[in-house]
């Protein structure tokens, strides 16, 4: 992700994702030194995006989302794919990430790229009170 990408970013986070960030805090990702964001781009438009936090030799996922014109396309898939990817080349050894524990689609679709439940933070998020449940993945296979 470039800061030429922040603004498409943006528009699909507000439009994806309960939790929100502002602008300026995908911008302050740009600087941050753990973070990586990836970007999947078609046409030059951005119509997805993924980004993680790299700590020592684990990946915390932050968010996923692709643009709702264009999910169940596979451009999720591809995201992770190569978030994993990324993390093979720099010997990561596993992926977390947390989800809300309503939020079945997603769930499903981390178990599909090798993502497990391995634990439950009660009421983290604040915006409903929702548990979030924490997946890993320490099989990472771009």
Not at 111 to 116: I, T, V
């Amino acid at each position: 992700m470039k800061l030429e990408h922040i603004d498409e970013v943006y528009n699909i986070f507000i439009n994806s994702l309960k939790v929100k960030w502002s602008i300026e805090d995908f911008k302050k990702e740009l600087e941050n030194k753990l973070a990586r964001y990836f970007v999947a781009l078609q046409n030059d438009k951005v119509v997805g995006f993924g980004g993680m936090w790299v700590i020592i030799d684990e990946a915390h996922i932050t968010n996923v989302a692709v643009h709702p014109n264009h999910r169940r396309s596979g451009i999720g898939d591809k995201l992770l794919r190569c978030m994993y990817k990324f993390c093979a080349d720099n010997n990561i050894i596993g992926i977390t990430l947390e989800v809300r524990e309503n939020n079945l689609v997603a769930q499903n679709f981390y178990k599909n790229l090798g993502f497990a439940v391995e634990g439950r933070r009660k009421k983290y998020y604040q915006d409903t009170g929702e548990d979030a449940i924490i997946m890993w993945n320490r099989n990472i296979n771009p």
